[in-house]
């Protein structure tokens, strides 16, 4: 169980958990403790090479050095031959004399806008802590940047996840289309399942990662190929810009429809949290029913409901389309949970739906 709790403290802080809502374990000796820190997270390869803020880092070890101390004094000597690690301190130092940050913001007090987050989760039917995956990304901390919200992971893209890693037969061996597919942490995960699950000498199946923004997909191709994630072993992604608005446009849509029928031909299309403003709706709708073609093919979607109204437009908008929808009836697994319920938002107010063109 003390592995367990430590565990824990190296996903959170992996992904950017607030510092000041950390529960660090109470029944681990401070020593014990102290060595973790240093060993698993000062330490740590990956989050040395792709570390988070330094703005997150300095909280971070702020928080550690108080409760360190604290807990210290509480002991009332208990504990006489702990003293405070040297490493955390000194580290700490060179973090308040860091002048700017790792996305040239200044320190003093502002949130970074861009951090590297990187999270921890387990493959299909492989328990055990030892056997967890890491999906790295440079992400936005802010709602909005740029103009745009692809720049972050919102919380139906973690639910959808989810559902695939305690169903990966809906993605394994298949060729996919992602609509909006933000930074790539739905595409990293795919991919790596894909690369992790692979049959021996059979070739990858194609990944297409699309988005608008030409900024988000460079981000995206940049984190798909950072070394340290799986996905960066699957040879058949591709990150490729797509204008929904193109669907509706007489002229467009022909060459669209090539580009997504003939050149992809996925044999299923993703989508999570894209259904937020009520102008995207008949867009988003018509390059869905485009791609489908008029076949079995099927999209799943994970959807917030941040606005009843906004969610039956969608809904009645697709029917009225030519499109089936139900509900994916699921209760996530928790099974190696990609993130814990702390940083997600409700996961209640996620809907997993399927849409079918209606035959």
Known sequence: ?????????????????PPNRFEFPQDIALGRLQEFLVEKILHNDLLTTYAPSAQYQKTFWRRVIDYLEKRSQEACGKDPDFELSEEIYDHYVELL???????GSLLRGLVPSRSFVTYHWQPPGIPGAQSYITTTLLESRNMIESGTTGLRTWTAAFFLAQYLLDNPETVLGKSILELGSGIGFMGIVIASLQVLCRAQDMPLPKLWLTDVDETVLLTCRRNLELPCNLSFSHDAVKTVRID????????????????ICEEMDPELIIGSDIV???????????????????????????????NEATISNFLSSAQDMGLDVEDVPYVESRNGWILPNDVVEDISSVRLLKFSARR
Do not use: C, N
């Open 276 to 306: 937020f403003d009520p102008h995207l709706i008949r867009p988003l709708l018509a390059t869905v029913k485009l791609a489908m073609g008029g076949s079995r093919k099927v999209a799943i979607f994970a959807v917030t409901v941040r």
């Open 97 to 103: 004399h860091s002048p700017v940050d790792g996305d």
């Open 1 to 17: 169980m003390s592995e367990q709790a430590l565990f824990a403290v190296l996903r959170r802080y992996s992904y950017l958990a």
């Open 244 to 259: 929904w608005f193109e669907a509706l446009d007489d002229i467009a849509a022909p060459r669209l429809q090539s580009i």
